[in-house]
């Protein structure tokens, strides 16, 4: 419950555009284990890593003024498609670093990495597809109209150029159906 009244908390109240945060740069936030992120086996439940994710990705939209640009425009996030990897636990009261980033975006989705470290171990990794929502008509927003309206906010007369995605999130995201999908001439 902590957890989503914090999501709560950073969606109401959004962190402040960092200056000269870009699209592309990685944002790090500093998380510690509480006992309600547990599972029976006493480490981070595999849903409390998706909670954990959505606070990250909230601030991290934040932190590039993406807050303020979705409230303007009226838009906003949502989840289409996630998958996760774990490779070491987090138990009770361990700090660790989430580290969200930008891999890329298409014509239908953005994509995101997520990861989990402790001590610069890997614990987990997650990559996220997002969707633009209108929040009053919940049409698609196209990710180049979101590049478009973050690159005017920061003062920027050419939107950046999505970077090629990792092989393994490209497959990734065809297996799952977020990909653009391939155009059929009648």
């Not at 239908?108 to 171990?121: A, D, H, I, N």
Request: aromatic share 8%.
């Amino acid at each position: 419950m902590t957890r989503m009244l914090q999501l709560a908390w950073t969606g109401i109240f959004p962190r402040k555009r960092v200056p000269g945060r870009s699209l592309l740069d990685p944002s790090v936030y500093t998380m510690r284990v509480l006992p309600q992120d547990l599972d029976l086996l006493m480490h981070v439940n595999n849903g409390s890593y998706l909670q954990l994710m959505d606070v990250a990705r909230f601030r991290h939209v934040a932190e590039m003024g993406g807050a303020a640009l979705g409230r303007e425009k009226k838009f906003g996030a949502v989840v289409a498609a996630s998958t996760m990897k774990y490779r070491r636990s987090l138990k009770l009261f361990d700090t660790f670093e989430l580290t969200t980033r930008v891999l890329g975006w298409d014509e239908r989705c953005f994509y995101m990495e997520q990861v989990f470290t402790r001590r610069e171990k890997l614990c987990a990794r997650g990559i996220v597809a997002t969707r633009f929502l209108h929040s009053l008509t919940n049409d698609r927003i196209p990710p180049s109209v979101v590049v478009e309206g973050l690159a005017q906010a920061h003062g920027q007369a050419n939107p950046p150029e999505s970077p090629a995605l990792p092989d393994d999130v490209a497959a990734w995201a065809r297996v799952v159906d977020v990909a653009p999908r391939p155009r059929v001439d009648a």
